[in-house]
């Protein structure tokens, strides 16, 4: 497996890996599911680049950029044992360097959900992911459904920018309890872990109300929020019924045909800051 921490290398090693190109995204310190994704991209295509890349773009001023957990040794064996062709580890200043003043933004669509809540954010995601496709100009690139926003902001700029690539979404991985894998889930101490667990019960408690034919929009979302707030260690940031291409609020559930309904939400677990979504079909 080849690790290039330069553009240029990065450039080169993709001129000699003719054929399709699987690549997967990643800010480091993997989990299942970023392995779920090199996986998938591992079976769909004859050669599979990841990156490995903590974007101070995308974080707020007062974010976890430093503390983001980081273990470069072990994410490069995990990518290895995938049967990862290449690693794309640049440092910032290859990714920026002094005097870089061109950003992506996809109006709309980054300012809702997360991006209320984290200006910016997108901005820096979008920025980002645009110039990892130049770099690495893959066919497809895979993409976790835990970051149900992230996805539609990152398809629809590759269809606005006339990107030439798929966009894979492929389905979140959960540990056994239920709880989203996450590379900050290691920032929970055992009592955090135990309270966390309330993101996933809100949406199954979503999912239930669904699937016994609850259609006013404003119920499930109050019933979510009524069971987190009895979570001592939580505190709730947003939760959200939104059409799941628009994301736009739901005032009405959508008729048959008229498209799936994201319910997502972000909650607070002590400091650490946490999402989860599942789609109602
Ligand atoms: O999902 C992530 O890990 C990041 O947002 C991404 C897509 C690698 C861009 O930094």
């Known amino acids: 497996m080849k690790v290039l921490e330069s553009v240029a290398a990065?450039?080169?090693?993709?001129?000699?890996?003719?054929?399709?190109?699987?690549?997967?995204?990643?800010?480091?310190?993997?989990?299942?599911?970023?392995?779920?994704?090199?996986?998938?991209?591992r079976a769909e295509n004859e050669h599979v680049v990841a990156s490995i890349f903590v974007n101070p773009t995308q974080f707020g001023p007062h974010e976890d950029f430093e503390r983001y957990p980081r273990n470069q040794e072990r994410d490069l064996a995990m990518l290895q044992k995938e049967g990862v062709d290449a690693v794309f580890l640049p440092p910032v200043v290859e990714m920026y360097p002094s005097g870089s003043c061109t950003y992506v933004t996809v109006e709309g669509l980054s300012q809702k959900l997360e991006g209320?809540?984290?200006?910016?954010?997108?901005?820096?995601?979008?920025?980002?992911?645009?110039?990892?496709?130049?770099?690495?100009?893959?066919?497809?690139?895979y993409f976790g459904q835990k970051d149900a926003q992230q996805v539609v902001i990152i398809k629809k700029m590759a269809a606005d920018l006339d990107m030439n690539l798929e966009i894979?979404?492929?389905?979140?991985?959960?540990?056994?309890?239920?709880?989203?894998m996450s590379s900050r889930n290691v920032y929970l101490n055992p009592a955090e872990r135990r309270?966390?667990?309330?993101?996933?019960?809100?949406?199954?408690?979503?999912?239930?109300?669904?699937?016994?034919?609850e259609r006013r929009a404003?119920?499930?979302?109050?019933?979510?929020?009524?069971?987190?707030?009895?979570?001592?260690?939580?505190?709730?940031?947003?939760?959200s019924l939104a059409?799941?291409?628009?994301?736009?609020e739901l005032e009405s559930i959508p008729k048959e045909g008229e498209g799936s309904v994201l319910a997502s939400l972000a909650v607070y677990i002590g400091k650490t800051r946490l999402i989860d979504n599942i789609v109602l079909e």
């Open 116 to 141: 209320a809540s984290r200006p910016g954010h997108f901005r820096g995601v979008a920025t980002v992911v645009a110039k990892l496709f130049n770099i690495v100009q893959p066919a497809r690139a």
């Open 195 to 213: 309270a966390a667990l309330v993101l996933w019960q809100a949406l199954c408690l979503a999912r239930e109300m669904w699937q016994k034919g």
């Open 10 to 41: 990065m450039r080169v090693a993709r001129q000699a890996m003719a054929g399709s190109m699987g690549f997967v995204p990643t800010m480091g310190y993997l989990h299942e599911g970023h392995m779920a994704l090199a996986r998938r991209a």
């Open 168 to 180: 894979v979404v492929c389905p979140t991985v959960r540990e056994p309890d239920g709880l989203a």
């Open 218 to 239: 404003e119920v499930i979302p109050k019933a979510m929020r009524e069971l987190i707030q009895k979570e001592p260690l939580a505190r709730l940031d947003y939760v």
């Open 243 to 248: 059409h799941s291409q628009t994301l736009e």
